[in-house]
């Protein structure tokens, strides 16, 4: 009987159907006895690599996403470039004013679409899908880890993290950058003054709340989670929110979101940093900041006789912009007071 081994094996997520499935394959024949593919022999080593993906890839991928929490909060135009684009261009439509119409007059058309642009015309942002990331190891005894399921998990549990952390350090970065600032009173923490100012600019750049993200620090999170003081009292768990037919349906785990302010869904993340004058915070809208993968968290493998053991590659590209600007607020930073 002729059997096929695989050397190689290249798989990719798929939105379409929610799962990784295969790109690519490197295989050779194989007539010999399956039960000679001992210890040593082709099974333990070269076509070993093409069990990796298919073990691996769902769980990292998995563990990319719970960790990668704002990615969930802002607007996702990965479909448009998937596998076969470099950058996008996102118009920026900006709010006209309405016409009187006076009675036995003709209505005044917009014509000046000329060179300067003006308040009322379509501008495009550019989102550059430049970002290539990778996180790349070498196991020697490939075939130990994948005999033990919890093995498996701590290592795509480090893969998918490792993605997730880099690509929240590049949203943060972008959403560091809002035009419009609140100051807060006291650094890292919101007294329920700072919690109105929030809401009163939001409601003066015609803003609903209900709309908006508000994305903090872990000391910002400790303190709106205390329960005894600042605004911990206005703050509603996430998992106490009614999904479905569960009175805790455990919504969260979906969004990321670890709870509601005034409708405000409340994200944490590391990469928001802390003290001094940085900004510790920031809420929006989804449209305030897009982001786009042409090549979502991909899994490759490979055995490598010269160091005798298995390569495991995770990568993906993407791309972060923010598109508020001084004609188009969108959101706010909390800057800190000292």
Partial sequence: MINRIYTEVVWQWDDSLGQMVEV????????????????????????????????????????FMQTNKLRGSVSDYSALVK??????????????????????????????????????????????????IY?????????????????ISKYAKMFGESLAR???????????????TVTLTADDAMATGDLESILATLYNLDIDPNRCSMAVN?????????????????????????????????????????????GMNVFFSQAISTAGTNRSGAVYVPEACAFAASQDVRLQSQYDVDYLGTKVIADMIYGVKLLDSSTNLMGLNFVNAS
């Fill in 83 to 132: 596998n076969k684009g470099d950058s996008i261009n996102i118009p920026a439509i900006l709010m006209q004013t309405a016409q009187a119409k006076a009675a036995s007059t003709a209505v005044t058309w917009d014509t000046n679409k000329g060179s300067t642009p003006q308040p009322h015309d379509v501008t495009a942002v550019n989102l550059p899908i430049t970002s290539h």
């Fill in 24 to 63: 690519s394959s490197q295989s050779e024949s194989y007539s010999g006895e399956m039960a000679l593919c001992a210890a040593g022999d082709l099974l333990d080593t070269t076509s070993l690599g093409g069990f990796i993906p298919d073990l691996w890839s769902d769980a990292i991928y998995s563990f």
């Fill in 166 to 180: 880099k690509v929240e350090t590049d949203l943060w970065a972008e959403l560091d950058g809002f035009q419009t």
């Fill in 218 to 262: 872990h000391l910002l999170l400790a303190d709106i989670l205390n329960p005894t003081a600042g605004i911990g009292s206005y703050f509603v768990r996430q998992d106490a929110i009614p999904s479905g037919t569960n009175a805790a349906g455990g919504s969260h785990v979906s969004t990321g979101a670890v709870g509601l302010i005034y």
């Fill in 135 to 151: 996180q790349a190891e070498i196991f020697e005894d490939i075939a130990t880890i994948q005999a033990q399921y919890e093995l």
